[in-house]
């Protein structure tokens, strides 16, 4: 049997234990090192520091709409009907015709080929009385002279435009939304371009010029159903 040497033996033991030593040593020099190398953390009040608001306006969702009563539509919508269809437009246009027959008289017994001419009028946004068609400069410009010189047909005709513009306005409601004649963007502007007075009166008077029940020389019906159709397709 081999025998081992304490003194020997020993050695390696006694490496072992100094190198630990100095490898924990190390170790602890170098978290040191770390630690002081490391900026220390600062705390920074915030109650002085000023925020910025995340909306600096007002915010905006969607659009709001306004109701009105069923009383308050049924009451706009009453006196849209007078105006429009019921009373004032259609006596307005009655009157209209009958200024326009004693203009027209006067066009045909000077310039009778007129007659078989295809043209209408309007009232334009100043006021007066256009023509449109397939005319010579000098066949609109005689029309427009006789027309605009009868002055009682121009004054009905301004009524005319100003009590449907008045009409159409009362069919829509808070928001804008209508039915019918108050869906169509007549206006100021476009009014002339869209209503032919002419064409009006060929369409809606009674046959024969014979007046109807009541001394009426317009059918009424076929007057607001002309005039609708005019809208849809011109607006």
């Known amino acids: 049997m081999m025998k081992v040497n304490p003194q020997v033996a020993a050695v390696p033991q006694t490496s072992s234990r100094a190198a630990n030593s100095v490898n924990?040593?190390?170790?602890k020099e170098q978290v040191e090192l770390t630690q002081t190398s490391l900026a220390s953390d600062v705390y920074h009040p915030t109650a002085n520091l000023a925020q910025d608001s995340v909306y600096n306006r007002p915010v905006v969702l969607g659009t709001?709409?306004?109701?009105?009563?069923?009383q308050e539509m049924s009451d706009r919508t009453a006196k849209?009907?007078?105006?429009?269809?019921a009373v004032v437009l259609p006596r307005t246009a009655e009157k209209m015709f009958s200024a326009y027959e004693q203009v027209e008289k006067e066009i045909t017994q000077i310039s009778p080929e007129l007659a078989d001419k295809a043209w209408g009028f309007s009232v334009a946004e100043d006021g007066r009385l256009t023509v449109r068609g397939d005319l010579t400069d000098e066949q609109k410009q005689l029309l427009e002279?006789?027309?605009?010189?009868?002055e009682e047909l121009v004054s009905l005709a301004q009524s005319f435009k100003d009590t449907y513009l008045q009409g159409t306005s009362l069919l829509r409601d808070a928001n804008g939304n209508s039915q019918g004649w108050g869906k169509y963007d007549v206006n100021q502007q476009n009014f002339a371009e869209i209503i032919d007075f002419k064409a009006l009166f060929d369409a809606s008077k009674h046959e024969n010029g014979v007046p109807a029940v009541g001394g009426g020389k317009l059918n009424q019906f076929t007057l607001s159903d002309t005039i609708y159709q005019q809208i849809k397709r011109g607006a």
């Open 24 to 27: 924990v040593a190390a170790q």
């Open 80 to 85: 849209a009907t007078g105006l429009l269809q």
């Open 145 to 150: 002279t006789k027309l605009n010189e009868n």
């Open 64 to 70: 709001i709409q306004k109701n009105e009563t069923f």
